[in-house]
Nanobody, 124 residues
């Protein structure tokens, strides 16, 4: 069965860095996209960054461009989200999700499979 397991969240000071990992299993990665989403208290879930596995094409939300970087490791079936220059407004639960095909889609409603989430807190 499809499984997505996130790790790497935590507490970091403003300006700091974290790397999130999403280990995927139970499906052939070449056919899909993997996205990172986040949800802060009282806010809707939003797309942060998405990668198309087959060619590495990426998408970033404007709010994270230049600070976050998404990548993949085929040997480990894992997607990473490197987050630099973190701000308090980046505080949220971060989820990875598998798209339903290879098309880059940014709305959470178009993703069927989700990980359990990992908390990222940016605070001094």
């Amino acid at each position: 069965q499809v499984q997505l397991v996130e790790s790497g969240g935590g507490l970091v000071q403003p300006g700091g860095s974290l790397r999130l990992s999403c280990a995927a299993s139970g499906f052939t990665l070449d056919y899909y996209t993997i996205g990172w989403f986040r949800q802060a208290p009282g806010k809707e879930r939003e797309g942060v960054s998405i990668i198309r596995w087959r060619d590495g094409y990426t998408y970033y939300a404007d709010s994270v461009k230049g600070r976050f970087s998404i990548s993949r490791d085929s040997a480990k079936s894992t997607v990473y989200l490197q987050m630099n220059s973190l701000k308090p407004e980046d505080t949220a639960v971060y989820y990875c999700a598998r798209g339903n095909d290879w098309i880059i889609r940014t709305t959470p409603e178009t993703y069927t499979y989700w990980g359990q989430g990992t908390q990222v807190t940016v605070s001094s």
